[in-house]
Each structure stands twice: as C-alpha cells, then as structure tokens.
C-alpha cells in the first residue's frame, strides 16, 4: 500500500504544482504582494529575494493572482541567459505583439507604443516580472531601465519586479546597473518560516489533500523545521518523505524518527 492511500489522500500532498486557492497565506507571501502593490502605486523596481526554495516563485506567482486582468497588464518572464535581443523579443511578446525582426532599437520602439497604448488608451497599469532575474546576462540586467523610461523619463508605464537569488542584488550592485538600481523601491527577502507556522503549514497541506487529522507529531514537526531552516522546498521533501517513511512501518503519525529516514535520503 502507497502512502497516499494508507493515509486517504485525494491527491498528493506537498506537491509543487498546488492551486493557488489551496495555498496558506504565509507572511512572505503578504510582503511580496506589498512591495508590488506599492511598486504600481508609484512606479519603480521592487525586488524580491530569497534563498533556493524559499517560496520566492510562488509568493511572486500569488502576487500577481490579485490583480484584475482588466486593470493591469501583467507581463511574465523567466530569467536566462540569452542576448538581449533574445530579451525584447520575450518582451514584445509578452505585452502582446508578435515581432521577429533582430533590430534592437525597433524592438524597444515597438515595446513602447503598445505600452503606451495599453495605459493611456485601455487604461491598464503594467507589471513586469522577471522570476530567477539572477540568471539574465549582466548586459541585459544592466539595461532593463530603458524599458520604464517614457518621455524622458517624466511617465512611469511600466512597474518592474526582479525576483531570485542574491545574484539579483549582485548584479545590481555593478556600475552598469546603477541606473536600474537608482530605481529601485522597494525590497524584500524572503527567509525560513518558523516553528509555529511550520505546523500550520504541515495541517493546511495535509488538510486540502483529504485528511483533516494532524498527521505530524511535535516532535517530526521541529524536525522538520530544524532539518529545513524553515525552507519550503526542503520542508516539503522532508514531509513527503516521513508520510512515506510512516505508512511504511503502518503508522498513522509521523514521528521525528521518520523524518531523520527521509533526510537521509536528501542531498544535502
């Protein structure tokens, strides 16, 4: 028997494709969402870091559930190491317009008419978020402030969030990226959840899988949090691996001495 049915889940737990209705609100989730709300409000850069695994994604991804496609224009990317070219090709796209041409300048051009069109003519803000930002090339990162600069740089189109690893900060820290940084409002780092709120998150997590029993005891709980820092990631492969370990031995509760089995079998 797997451990999804010893235990009577409906679907499995800690899994990392989770319905964004079904996650629990922890509180980088709220100050991610704060910088963002404040980053339209004014228009500027906030960035958003943490260390691998720490919900970075995900809180980004929350985030940007709540606003209305009506009011905002939310433009997605990923992070990677193409030309720049590459980059405002991803960006034409994103806002919407299909562009294959290789001419830098046109590519800007063409991504600044739509943007202008989107907020004064469809009176829609505009958002764009670069996730695992680490990963772009120093030259791109050093020239993503020419995409917020509109009529000399007295509008403020289009809000930026660069969200990753503390290569983000890195990079911002190189004389190239002064001007990017100089617009930079707003930030927040991401770290471990504690304790308290570890048990919260284990119950929550198996409560939307279909079983409303606390499954975890105190002291799997702190070995979890103890073994992870409080890093989702890490804390989610320690509790699968304890549910596994448990319905093994056909116990119902996850003890401390299942979790220190499954830690076994992470690299470290």
Not at 261 to 266: F, G, H, K, V
């Amino acid at each position: 028997m797997n451990f999804k049915t010893f235990f009577g889940f409906k679907k499995m737990p800690f899994d990392n494709d989770i319905l964004l209705d079904d996650l629990i609100k922890l509180p980088g989730m709220t100050m991610a969402k704060e910088r963002v709300d404040y980053i339209l409000a004014c228009g500027g850069v906030a960035v958003l870091t943490g260390e691998l695994g720490s919900g970075k994604s995900t809180s980004l991804r929350w985030s940007l559930s709540q606003y209305h496609p009506n009011q905002y224009k939310i433009i997605n990317l990923v992070g990677h190491g193409g030309t720049s070219i590459d980059f405002y090709r991803q960006l034409c796209w994103g806002i919407g317009i299909d562009i294959f041409g290789i001419s830098r300048s046109l590519l800007i051009k063409n991504f600044k008419t739509a943007a202008r069109d989107i907020v004064q003519a469809k009176k829609q803000k505009i958002l764009l978020a670069i996730d695992e930002a680490q990963l772009l090339r120093s030259d791109v990162f050093a020239e993503l402030h020419t995409i917020t600069q509109f009529d000399h740089d007295s509008k403020n189109f289009v809000s930026v969030v660069l969200s990753g690893q503390s290569g983000v900060l890195d990079k911002l820290s190189l004389r190239g990226s002064a001007p990017l940084a100089s617009r930079v409002i707003a930030k927040v780092h991401l770290s471990g959840i504690n304790r308290d709120q570890m048990q919260e998150y284990l119950n929550h997590h198996t409560k939307i899988c279909g079983n409303k029993v606390s499954l975890f005891a105190d002291n799997a709980t702190t070995a979890i949090q103890q073994g992870s820092a409080g890093i989702l990631r890490k804390a989610n492969s320690l509790a699968r691996g304890g549910l596994i370990a448990a319905a093994a031995e056909k116990q119902e509760m996850v003890s401390a001495e299942h979790i220190r089995i499954a830690a076994s079998e992470l690299v470290t």
